[in-house]
Each structure stands twice: as structure tokens, then as C-alpha cells.
């Protein structure tokens, strides 16, 4: 699968699962607005075949390169993000993986033989479209979730995009991420309030904000329940001492970003 096609592949699969992220582009788009991806997202174990650098390779074969890395020690996570070596306007894409080795024996045992079930020598296109290659039961992910909510998303969930982003910069009515945040709340949009809508600031070169994810149906082994499914980010980006847009990530915005799919987050409903 070429990288434009799996970009739009997972865009079609997220709107699915994300009808917030739809309602949004679609509103934005009715404003005459021209809606660019800033970057997109996923989420995995460091497990052997699956490591973000594993995932990685699909990008780097398609013409990407790891231009970042990040380290988020609390939530027992790493990071890297790519960006297209020729083409600026190509989204960029952001991995995190969970350190398995930092978990209690408890929760690695039951992350252990949720992997047991994984196939080797699957591609990412493959992985993405297989989505959840592995059965789960939501008794394992209400345990994995009293330690690691991540753990928890990912093991419902699998390889799968948890969020999209609108790049400001290529906004018309919404130059700023302020006015852009009050559209959104004042549209009936939930926010991500953690450390403030805004993260980052334009000393930083780089302000986010998110909405807060979405619930959906997972079938489990034990029935179907309602877990937190994806969110729609916001970027803006500012230009540093050399006039160039920055391009990479903040850990200290991206740690609080993490958080728009928490289960605690729908407490407020």
C-alpha cells in the first residue's frame, strides 16, 4: 500500500470510529475552510515486530524519515515522529510505544498473552486494516486500566489511529488556536481541559489543543461495551529564529494530549 493510501485508508477508519472528528470537518469545511492534516498518530507495545521502530520502517520505505524523539517516563512511554523527506505538505506521523518491561508482573503477564495470538511478519498496512489482531476479554482491559490507560486503549483497540490533526496554519477564519477552541466549545465540542485547552505557547513554537475522545462499542470476548474511541487535534505552528515553520513535538503538550482519551475524561458527561 502506497503512503497516500494508507493516509486516506486510515482517515476513512477513523471517521468511523470518530463522528465528532467528522461533524467538525464537515462544519469547517461548510465555512469554506481548506481542512490539512498536520500529522496523525498511533500507538503500540515495544514488542518485538510491533516497536515503533518496526512500524517506523513502513514510513522510512516510504520515503520518511525519524526527525524527533521523545521520552515520557510518567505514563512509562517513548515516541518518535517521521516527516517526508521530499514532500513538506505530506502529513507527519507521530508513534508512541508503552514499555512493557515498566509495568507491574501483572499487567505484563496479561499484555504477554494478549500478544500470543499476534501473527509475525505482518506489514503495517496489514496491521492497520486487521485493526485488532488479537481476542480480548474486558475484564483484562478494566485491568490494564487501573494501571496504564494506554495499555488499556491499545489492547481494545489495536493498530489504529487515535487521532487526527487540523493544521491552523492552513486555516482562513481561525489564524489562531484561541478563536478556533471557542468555535469548537461553542459548536457543543467537549475539550480536553488538562493544562489548559492550549498546550504550548508561541514562545514553545508550537500550541495544541483536542477534543476529548469519543465512546464507541468494543466487542470483547465477554460482550460488547463502551470504551473511549479517538479525538481530533488542533495544531498551531510557529516560525523559529530562521523564519521555518517548527515542525516537531513538545513531550510536555503531547503528555496532556495523551489524555483525551482517558475514561475518567467522560466523568462530566
Not at 515522529?81 to 508482573?105: A, G, M, R, W, Y
Request: glycine share 6%; net charge negative.
Amino acid at each position: 500500500m502506497q503512503l497516500n493510501e494508507f493516509f486516506n485508508y486510515c482517515w476513512q477508519e477513523y471517521l468511523k470510529k470518530t463522528p465528532s472528528a467528522k461533524q467538525i470537518f464537515d462544519e469547517l469545511l461548510g465555512l469554506g475552510e481548506t481542512v490539512v492534516n498536520d500529522h496523525l498518530a498511533l500507538r503500540t507495545f515495544s514488542h518485538p515486530g510491533i516497536s515503533m521502530r518496526d512500524l517506523a520502517r513502513y514510513f522510512e520505505d516510504q520515503g520518511m524519515e525519524v526527525r524527533g524523539e521523545y521520552d515520557f517516563a510518567e505514563k512509562k512511554l517513548k515516541a518518535l515522529h517521521l516527516e517526508h523527506k521530499e514532500n513538506p505538505d505530506s502529513p507527519k506521523v507521530f508513534i508512541s510505544e508503552l514499555i512493557i518491561t515498566d509495568l507491574s508482573l501483572e499487567a505484563q503477564s496479561l499484555i504477554s498473552e494478549t500478544l500470543k495470538e499476534l501473527s509475525e511478519g505482518k506489514s503495517l498496512p496489514e496491521l492497520i486494516q486487521q485493526q485488532r489482531p488479537w481476542k480480548v476479554t474486558h475484564d483484562t482491559y478494566k485491568a490494564l486500566l487501573k494501571e496504564s490507560e494506554y495499555a488499556a486503549w491499545l489492547v481494545a483497540y489495536g493498530f489504529f489511529p487515535n487521532h487526527f490533526t487540523v493544521s491552523i496554519n492552513h486555516l482562513k477564519q481561525f489564524p489562531d488556536i484561541g478563536p478556533l477552541n471557542e468555535w469548537l466549545l461553542s459548536h457543543g465540542h467537549r475539550m480536553n481541559q488538562i493544562g489548559g485547552v492550549i498546550k504550548g505557547d508561541p514562545a514553545s513554537l508550537l500550541e495544541q489543543s483536542s477534543t476529548i475522545a469519543d465512546l464507541g462499542l468494543v466487542s470483547f470476548s465477554d460482550g460488547e461495551f463502551e470504551v473511549p474511541t479517538c479525538y481530533y487535534e488542533f495544531a498551531k505552528r510557529y516560525k523559529d529564529d530562521d523564519g521555518k515553520l517548527f515542525q516537531g513535538f513538545h513531550a510536555a503538550n503531547a503528555d496532556k494530549i495523551f489524555e483525551s482519551t482517558h475514561t475518567e475524561r467522560h466523568e462530566d458527561k
